[in-house]
T-cell receptor
Framework: GAGVSQSPSNKVTEKGKDVELRCDPI?????LYWYRQSLGQGLEFLIY????????KSGLPSDRFSAERTGGSVSTLTIQRTQQEDSAVYLC??????????????FGAGTRLSVL | AQTVTQSQPEMSVQEAETVTLSCTYD???????LFWYKQPPSRQMILVIR??????QNATENRFSVNFQKAAKSFSLKISDSQLGDTAMYFC????????FGAGTRLTVKP
């Protein structure tokens, strides 16, 4: 696609429910990133994928968070047993490859998650 | 360890004037990239400008330019002839093998 697409754009859920957030990167981009942005804060790195593998999962805040990527394209971020502190905007980005050089990340518009 | 610090949580500027947003960083790497991203109310993060650490010349992109001071680990963004559409959050970011963002500066351009 022309840009990074995320769905849904907004998600309201009840505490304790599971949610799935979807990211469709720019076609041909091998690297994909997930970030969390709490209200008024900067971006908190969660996880990145190079192809289908996730060499760096260090940013996932708890074992309730998981992510997968299939076919080197679409990725889903799953949050199990959601808590109110999970409320945030979840941003996805993709780049041609991971690494220092040429690593320009292109972002989607994010999913705003609200846990009631 | 990498850190990116933006010391100005909020700034404002009159339309058509110039404003400078500050950013300092820390890295042990000699080769790295620095970025400024803009996030308007639409939430879409947009790349404003990129600087390669091995290049001494400051990057420029139309009304946007940077003052890159490698020894001081400083990377400020200057916006000239500010426009109402420049109102947004601005994030400084550092990347070598990881990417780290600053906490952001909220810029308001006043008519």
């Amino acid at each position: 696609g022309a840009g990074v697409s995320q769905s849904p754009s907004n998600k309201v859920t009840e505490k304790g429910k599971d949610v799935e957030l979807r990211c469709d990167p720019i076609s041909g981009h091998t690297a994909l990133y997930w970030y969390r942005q709490s209200l008024g804060q900067g971006l908190e790195f969660l996880i990145y994928f190079q192809g289908n593998s996730a060499p760096d999962k260090s940013g996932l805040p708890s074992d309730r968070f998981s992510a997968e990527r299939t076919g080197g394209s679409v990725s889903t971020l799953t949050i199990q047993r959601t808590q109110q502190e999970d409320s945030a905007v979840y941003l996805c980005a993709s780049s041609e490859r991971q690494g220092a050089f040429g690593n320009i990340q292109y972002f989607g518009a994010g999913t705003r998650l609200s846990v009631l | 360890a990498q850190t990116v610090t933006q010391s100005q949580p909020e700034m404002s500027v009159q339309e058509a004037e110039t404003v400078t947003l500050s950013c300092t960083y820390d890295t042990s790497e000699s080769n790295y990239y620095l970025f400024w991203y803009k996030q308007p109310p639409s939430r879409q993060m947009i790349l404003v400008i990129r600087q390669e650490a091995y290049k001494q010349q400051n990057a420029t992109e139309n009304r946007f330019s940077v003052n890159f001071q490698k020894a001081a680990k400083s990377f400020s963004l200057k916006i000239s002839d500010s426009q109402l559409g420049d109102t947004a959050m601005y994030f400084c970011a550092l990347v070598d093998n990881d990417m780290r963002f600053g906490a952001g500066t909220r810029l308001t351009v006043k008519p």
